[in-house]
């Protein structure tokens, strides 16, 4: 399992929300390609990149920002999310150096896109699903849907995406743990790989996500426990291989 530090970038900052709220956002760095550099010394093997103001305008704001520091580490996998509406713009990040790019919004709205942006980028495209209750919320988690995360899932298992970003918005940036019940259901849900995100505090939550990452969980992503010392990505990361 891939301990993925989260850089979220608002206004060219390092920032991070709490709950995907703009308004409350906290500010680590003014320097997200140092972060990024911080991430990398410490040993990880993934970054997760996220255009907070391209996630509200439905376009990438902060792409310079991005390809920076996928110029700065051309040979770490960086997947990037907010604001990818387009075959265009998956196709300026890829060239850009990025790994991964990954389709939330659009995916819910218009899942047909997200075969035809697997079928023209293979294995470059991850689902973002982000969940209120179980229920898929986009659009910055202002717009909840009447559909269930894990029924979405099932929707796009033959389109031959990498991998799915699974947030619990309840639990995104509170420091209250992850949400390991529903993100085992989530990884059940289809044969798709799943990514944890949201509410991951610390070693425990990691020992949580690792007892039952047989289900299919790949990843976890994690952003203020590191930013704020309660989880050592180090750390993390040589339990997970020691796990492996």
Known sequence: MLIIPAIDLKDGQCVRLRQ????????????????????????CRRLHLVDLNGAFAGEPVNGEVVTAIAAAYPQLPIQIGGGIRNLETIEHYIRAGVSYVIIGTKAVKEPDFVAAACAAFPGKVIVGLDAKDGLVATDGWAEVYEVRATDLAR????????????????????????????????????????????????????????AVSGAGICGAITGRAIYEGTLDVAEAQRLCDGAA
């Not at 409350?24 to 140092?34: E, G, I």
């Open 20 to 43: 995907g709220l703009m308004d409350d956002s906290t500010v680590f760095s003014d320097d997200p390609v140092a972060m990024a550099t911080r991430w990398v010394d410490a040993g």
């Open 155 to 210: 929707r796009f298992e033959s389109d031959g995406v990498a991998a799915i970003v699974y947030t619990d918005i309840a639990r995104d940036g509170m420091m209250q743990g992850v949400n390991v019940e529903a993100t085992v259901a989530m990884a059940q849900a289809s044969s798709i790989p799943v990514i944890a995100s949201g509410g991951i505090t610390n070693m425990d939550d990691i020992r949580g996500l690792l």
